[in-house]
């Protein structure tokens, strides 16, 4: 059965408004390190339900690091996240690279610096950065 021309157009247009998302969303986490989604959605002034899969994105390809916890509004905790930074320059413009379930090799474009870090398994995992 062939898919309609308007089922088409729906897919793109929902995968080009998640990418711009995912653009606002990494800029605004570089301008304000160690926050929450819940903050991210407050800042941009987008649903959090929007924030949450775009956060999930830019930490499982190493552009986000989860840094910590803070309470939310309702008082629960909530993982602090900040973008991925060179350790010896802090430049935020570096580029990962996947190199097993739990670790991404980077490349600072600032000052050439190459590092690994340990970014976990698990969403709850804190970032370990080794030169």
């Not at 600072?108 to 950065?129: I, L, M, P, T």
Request: aromatic fraction near 6%; include cysteine.
């Amino acid at each position: 059965m062939p898919v309609a021309e308007t089922s088409l157009e729906a897919y793109y247009d929902i995968k080009r408004i998640a990418r711009e998302q995912c653009r606002k969303v990494r800029a605004f986490i570089e301008a304000n390190p160690d926050v929450t989604n819940e903050q991210i959605s407050e800042g941009l002034r987008i649903k959090i339900q929007a924030v949450t899969p775009r956060v999930k994105e830019l930490k499982e390809n190493g552009v986000v690091w989860i840094t910590g916890t803070a309470k939310t509004s309702t008082g629960s905790s909530a993982k602090t996240v900040r973008a991925a930074t060179c350790p010896r320059c802090m430049s935020t413009g570096v580029m990962a690279e996947r190199r097993d379930a739990v670790s991404f090799r980077y490349h600072c474009w600032n000052c050439g610096c190459d590092f690994v870090a340990r970014v976990g398994e698990h969403s709850a995992d804190e970032v370990e950065v080794t030169m």
